[in-house]
C-alpha cells in the first residue's frame, strides 16, 4: 500500500500520540510498572508497522540495518556533540546551586530506572529520527522538518504541558533544541540513529544518577534549557548547508 508523504507523517503522530496515551493511562489505571515509561515504546513500534504496512515492496530493504548500524565512522565533532549532556548537566547543576543554593536531599535510584532508558530511548529515537525525521525531510524543507519533528515529539508529551503549562513552555525549548542536535547527529551520520541515541541516553542516565532531586525543579529548567538551546544555535549556524539556510537569513 502507497499513500503521500504528508499522510504518512500524520498518521505516525496520530498513531503515536494514541497509542502512548493509551499505554500511559492503562498504567496509571492499573498501576503496572509505575516507575517505568513504557510509552517511549510507542514511536518505534509505530514506526516498524508503518514501514511493514505503508511502503512499496522492496522500499524498506536494508531500512533497519542503516538506521541501527552505523556506515561511516564518526567525526570528533560528531563524538562531542554526542556527549554533551556530559558537559550541559553539571555545568546547569553547578549554576543551579551557585544561584539558589539549594537544599537537595539525596535517594537512591533503582537499577530498573537505569535500564529502562536503554530499550525506551532506543525505540522513541528508531520512531522520532529513524521514521519521522527520515519520512518529513524528504519532501519538507529540512529546518521545517526539524521543528515539526521537534513540535510533535514534545506534543505526544501531553501530561508535561498539561499540568504546568509554564514548565511547558521550558521543556518545549528543550525538546527543539534536541530536535536540532539529534537531527544534525542522524544526518551526518548517514541517517543512522546510534549517535543521536547516544545523546539521549547520556542526558537521561545522568540526570537519573546525579540530579534526579532537582531535574523537574523549574528552576534548574531554566538554566539547562537556555544552555542547550545554545548549543543548537551553534550547531545549525555553523551547518547552514545542512539545514538549508540561506547566509542571508531567508528559510
Known amino acids: 500500500m502507497t499513500t503521500s508523504n504528508t499522510n504518512k507523517i500524520l498518521v505516525f503522530f496520530v498513531l503515536t500520540f494514541l497509542f502512548s496515551l ?4 492503562i498504567q496509571h489505571f492499573y498501576k503496572l510498572f509505575e516507575h517505568l515509561n513504557l510509552a517511549l515504546l510507542a514511536p518505534g513500534v509505530v514506526g516498524i508497522l508503518l514501514i ?3 511502503e512499496e515492496p522492496g522500499s524498506n530493504r536494508f531500512f533497519w540495518e542503516r538506521r541501527i548500524l552505523p556506515s561511516v565512522k564518526p567525526t570528533f565533532i560528531q563524538i562531542i556533540i554526542a556527549l554533551l549532556p556530559i558537559i550541559i548537566i553539571p555545568l546547569s547543576f553547578y549554576l543551579y546551586k551557585t544561584l539558589y543554593n539549594p537544599y537537595i536531599e539525596t535517594s537512591k535510584i533503582e537499577l530498573s530506572y537505569l535500564l529502562w532508558p536503554i530499550i525506551g530511548i532506543f525505540f522513541e529515537e528508531l520512531g522520532w529520527r529513524g521514521y519521522l525525521q ?3 525531510g524528504t519532501f519538507i524543507h529540512l529546518f521545517i522538518a526539524t ?6 515529539w514534545f506534543f505526544v508529551q501531553y501530561e508535561i504541558y498539561l499540568s504546568d503549562p509554564f514548565y511547558g513552555v521550558i521543556t518545549l525549548i528543550i525538546y527543539l533544541s534536541f530536535s536540532f542536535i539529534l537531527a544534525y547527529l542522524f544526518y551526518t551520520s548517514n541517517r543512522n ?5 547516544i ?4 542526558h537521561t ?4 544518577i546525579f540530579i534526579s532531586e532537582v531535574i523537574n525543579d523549574i528552576s534548574f529548567m531554566f538554566i539547562m534549557a537556555p544552555l542547550y538551546l545554545i548549543a543548537a544555535i551553534i550547531i545549525v549556524v555553523l551547518n547552514k548547508k545542512l539545514f538549508q ?3 542571508k537569513g531567508d528559510l
Open 147 to 152: 521543528m515539526l519533528t521537534g513540535f510533535f
Open 134 to 136: 527520515h519520512r518529513s
Open 193 to 197: 540513529i546510534i549517535l543521536g541515541y
Open 205 to 208: 542516565i545522568i540526570a537519573l
Open 22 to 25: 493509551l499505554i500511559t493511562e
Open 245 to 247: 539556510i540561506d547566509t
Open 52 to 54: 511493514l504496512y505503508y
Open 199 to 202: 545523546f539521549r541516553l547520556s
